[in-house]
């Protein structure tokens, strides 16, 4: 492909070109498979030549001729890398796409997998690996000091004598392994010195083994010491928070003394308060010094699954894409302020759920499709966060875990909860979402490092017609204190009206 850009160099050009290759395979392939499919390709390019046209012929033939169903690459063609510098790298493959070897990875890149493995796995496994690691290098190093010593015995001294003196030559080898690898160096086993024979060269295989060995192992006390260091950084960066295991949602009754606080005496049946969703979080180290988590945050989104997304994939043309109220990318991605507008509305009016974003895929049904649509909090934010804090969520006609036509139907009450739904079944049946994801963000008051921890609540996790009970106390000197023990533990709302529980 050619690139003739005015501004761009002859050498920007060829080292920002494009190499196209015409594919038949299509669908995505598992390692083993792709593996089959490497091996064949090799076979039949060494028993057979093609040219280019050819290669397009069988594609199309493949494919019933169908030149719409042809699968291209687009390689990025990077410049010629001379010897030494793939002798630095460690990258001998004849050809580098986008980084990526086309024979496999380079060393580095598979260092960096398994150094993030190593992140993900807990401290015993990583401790066994890391002695078993040891114990190998120790061995492996043990018998070329073995080697050595045979080959002169006056080049390894054990407690004086000359090396395998004692009979037992592999053990004293494993002595001067693991003392020279760790650079303890304890002097029982040890390499001969300048005294001991008189030519400066005649131990020099057994100096050249030792030397390489304690230099591998001071590397290697530091890789593990810095990976121990990165994995007890990520656990300090782990909010000591918990969040409670049910979600719950009062209602109707439930909010009546709290909505006749702020709304005043109303003799209006109708004008029911829209329910609440709440969770709470308690802060585990609340009775320790320097335990607070300072500008503590909350980001919630929910995820609302395919079932519930018919309605609203109308309305996502790439018409409607490309318009004023959103932007479309080249992933299906879209965000919104006013997706959930109902054309049906009078006067445009539309129920604003902030920002919205979906991952619609056109060609598969591999994964499910979702939107995650964030969620108003009150409070979302905590500047001084201590023992307990209780997360609410008003259902009213901007919350997005509403279906559509509850949402509308809360707009035409003047924004109150409708009297025909105040029921804990019409509730759930109002409801439209699969996940919630919560986001604990802040900053430790003991390190000042930021700290996060994150929860997902599932549909099954709600409770309707409940209410958290009370987990805080004062214990005899006065100091208030969380029973941390109850943080799941609820009742039925004042008023009545929870679901059953036990059936």
């Known amino acids: 492909m050619s690139n003739n850009h005015p501004l761009m160099s002859d ?7 494009l190499s196209i290759h015409v594919r038949s395979q299509h669908t995505p392939l598992t390692l083993k498979e792709r593996l089959k499919l490497r ?3 090799l076979v039949a390019t060494t028993t057979k030549a093609r040219t280019g046209s050819a290669k397009n012929n069988d594609d199309l033939e493949a494919n019933g001729g169908a030149a719409r ?3 291209y690459r687009l390689d990025r063609e990077q410049p010629p890398v001379g010897f030494l510098k793939r002798l630095l790298t460690c990258r001998f493959a004849r050809k580098v796409r986008s980084g990526v070897s086309t024979h496999g990875m380079s060393a580095n890149q598979t260092l960096a997998i398994y150094l993030h493995w190593m ?5 015993l496994f990583l401790f066994g690996l890391m002695w078993l690691a040891f114990v190998g290098l120790t061995i492996v190093f043990a018998g070329f000091i073995a080697i050595a010593g045979k080959m002169d015995p006056n080049c390894v001294q054990v407690s004086g004598n000359d090396f395998g003196a004692a009979g037992t030559p592999f053990s004293d080898a494993f002595a001067l392994s693991w003392t020279t690898f760790t650079t303890v160096g304890y002097g029982t086993t040890n390499t001969a010195l300048s005294h001991n024979h008189s030519n400066l060269f005649k131990c020099f295989w057994v100096d050249f083994v030792c030397s390489v060995e304690a230099l591998l192992g001071i590397i290697y006390s530091g890789f593990c010491g810095a990976i121990l ?3 007890i950084l990520r656990v300090q960066s782990s909010a000591q928070v918990v969040f409670s295991d049910p979600l719950l949602i009062r209602y109707g009754a439930g909010l009546t003394t709290e909505f006749e606080a702020m709304a005043g005496d109303s003799t209006d049946n109708d004008k029911s308060p829209c329910p609440v969703l709440e969770f709470r979080i308690v802060n585990k180290l609340y009775g320790d010094i320097g335990g607070e988590i300072m500008d503590a945050t909350l980001n919630v989104v929910a995820s609302v699954g395919k079932d519930h997304l018919k309605p609203m994939s109308q309305r996502f043309s790439r018409k409607n894409l490309t318009s004023n109220h959103g932007h479309y990318d080249s992933n299906h991605s879209y965000a919104s302020s006013d997706m959930d507008a109902d054309p049906s509305t009078p006067n445009g009016d539309s129920a604003e759920i902030g920002d919205t974003f979906s991952n619609f895929d056109e060609e598969t049904n591999i994964t499910d499709k979702h939107i995650f649509s964030k969620m108003h909090v009150e409070p979302s934010d905590h500047p001084f966060f201590k023992r307990v804090w209780l997360v609410k969520h008003v259902l009213d006609q901007d919350s997005p875990i509403l279906k559509p036509r509850v949402r509308r139907m809360i707009r035409r009450n003047g924004g109150h909860w409708p009297q025909k739904l105040n029921s804990y079944t019409s509730i759930r049946d109002s409801l439209q979402f699969n996940q919630i994801l919560v986001s604990f963000n802040g900053v430790s008051n003991a390190s000042s490092i930021d700290v996060y921890a994150q929860r997902i609540y599932d549909f099954y996790d709600l409770n309707i017609g409940y209410q958290f009970v009370n987990i805080l106390y004062r214990d005899e000197d006065g100091a208030v204190g969380v029973d941390i023990d109850l943080i ?4 039925e709302q004042n008023g009545g009206g929870g679901e059953p529980l036990l059936e």
């Open 11 to 17: 050498k920007q050009r060829s080292t920002s070109s």
């Open 39 to 41: 091996i064949r390709n």
């Open 69 to 71: 169903s042809i699968q």
């Open 119 to 123: 992140f993900r796995v807990n401290f």
């Open 229 to 231: 260091f990165g994995k």
């Open 488 to 491: 799941n533990d609820v009742r």
